[in-house]
């Protein structure tokens, strides 16, 4: 579903896709929103609200046009089979952190495009982009096993751990 985002200068133009998978409305303006996850269960307080629910919350408050001083969500990550879960009652600290963050996201969008123009979504030319150097990143992309063959075409000698061995991989 559409998050109709409020009148922030940078966030005009801008549409968030947030779908949760499951809420309860209930009584008194209190919401009730549950995510479900599978694999492994993250390692962080239980008590935290994620992202992801922040992200769920705050499209809530824009799309009903409330606000926490008169309406109560309570935002759940649960996992399955096991049934854990993480989060609880959602506070303006998390609401402000989830704009600041969604503000900040869509700066860097803007630095990647033509212009900073979103809504045309014309990338910026090839070179401004370059390789990461955090593995991490690499270890997750579905990208890699292309990156890291068109590595020694572009003459790329930044070290990187997961990309060289595939780089050999691609020789033989
Ligand atoms: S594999 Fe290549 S495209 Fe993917 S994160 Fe690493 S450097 Fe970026």
Redesign the pocket.
């Known amino acids: 579903m559409k998050l109709v985002l409020d009148h922030h200068p940078i966030l005009q133009d801008v549409t968030i896709w947030a779908g949760p998978d499951f809420g309860i409305t209930g009584t008194d303006n209190t919401y009730y929103i549950y995510d479900r996850k599978s694999g492994t269960e993250k390692e962080i307080p239980q008590e935290n609200i994620t992202d992801q629910l922040k992200v769920y919350a705050y499209k809530l408050l824009c799309n009903t046009g409330k606000s926490l001083e008169n309406a109560t969500i309570y935002a759940y990550e649960v996992y399955l089979p096991s049934m854990y879960m993480i989060g609880g009652k959602v506070s303006q600290s998390d609401i402000d952190h989830i704009k600041t963050k969604i503000v900040g996201d869509v700066h860097e969008l803007q630095s990647l495009v033509v212009d900073g123009n979103i809504k045309n979504n014309i990338p910026q030319h090839v070179d401004h982009f370059r390789?990461?150097s955090?593995?991490s990143?690499?270890s997750?992309?579905?990208?890699?096993r292309a990156?890291?063959a068109l590595k020694k075409i572009d003459g790329d000698h930044t070290p990187?751990p997961?990309?060289d061995p595939l780089a050999g991989q691609m020789d033989s």
Do not use: F, G, Y
């Open positions: 390789r990461t955090d593995s990143k690499c997750m992309c579905s990208m890699r990156c890291a990187n997961i990309l």
